[in-house]
């Protein structure tokens, strides 16, 4: 199985690749810069200058694109979209790291994470974008996509423990209550996706066990 991680200089995307890297996989991440991944094969090349051929040879892309500051949260859908079109009518898989803010938090599915009044103020904004990249996503009836949403709490430097529960729309908590899963655990989650697939054309998500 060949696997592409693009924006693989990120923090998820360097995980993901080291994740996948140690089981074996064949990985080639793909970066603007130097490479900074566990990755042997490197593609050197912006996101938006990607092409289907520079695609061609993966089974599995991983998109791992993020951004924060306000004025470019639009690219989260500009750059899913992209991949999409030049991903299009083929039957690579992509699967797209997700956000927590658009998981739904009643059964009717007409509220959101973000929705509520102790969301953060400063996270909306993305939570927004994200949510906006999901929808577009839906709409995509050409791309054998998945998207994976992380817990609430999504720890950057938390530990690796090896196990995560798996959800679907909706903000799943552990058995202590806890929406959490660190950026290791996620990237365990992520490469399982890759491996095991199973979810084509569907959101779920992820929250330590």
């Known amino acids: 199985m060949k696997v592409a991680v693009v924006c693989a200089n990120g ?9 996948a890297v140690g089981r074996g996989l064949d990985v080639t991440a793909i970066a603007k810069g130097e490479n900074q991944t566990a990755a042997k094969q490197y593609l050197c090349k912006d996101l938006f200058d990607l092409t289907a051929k520079d ?7 991983v998109d791992a694109f993020g951004v924060w500051m306000e004025e470019q949260l639009p690219l989260h859908s500009k750059s899913l979209m992209h991949l999409c ?7 690579k898989r992509l699967i797209v790291v997700g956000g927590a803010g658009s998981l739904y938090v009643n059964k009717a599915h007409t509220a959101v994470v973000s929705d509520g009044p102790d969301f953060p103020a400063e996270y909306l904004p993305l939570a927004k974008a994200q949510g906006k990249a999901l929808a577009d996503l839906r709409e995509r009836k050409d791309v054998a996509w998945t998207f994976i949403s992380p ?5 950057a430097d938390g530990e690796r ?4 529960l798996l959800g679907g729309e909706e903000l799943t908590l552990n058995d202590r209550g806890e929406s959490v899963i660190s950026y290791a655990d996620y990237a ?5 996706e890759i491996v095991k697939g199973g979810h084509i054309g569907q959101r779920i998500s992820v929250v330590r066990k």
């Open 188 to 192: 365990i989650a992520m490469v399982d």
């Open 85 to 91: 079109d030049i991903l299009s009518g083929t039957e």
């Open 151 to 155: 817990a609430c709490d999504f720890q």
């Open 55 to 61: 695609l061609e040879p993966f089974d599995v892309v």
């Open 11 to 19: 923090r998820v995307g360097k995980l993901v690749v080291k994740e």
């Open 161 to 164: 423990t090896g196990g995560y």
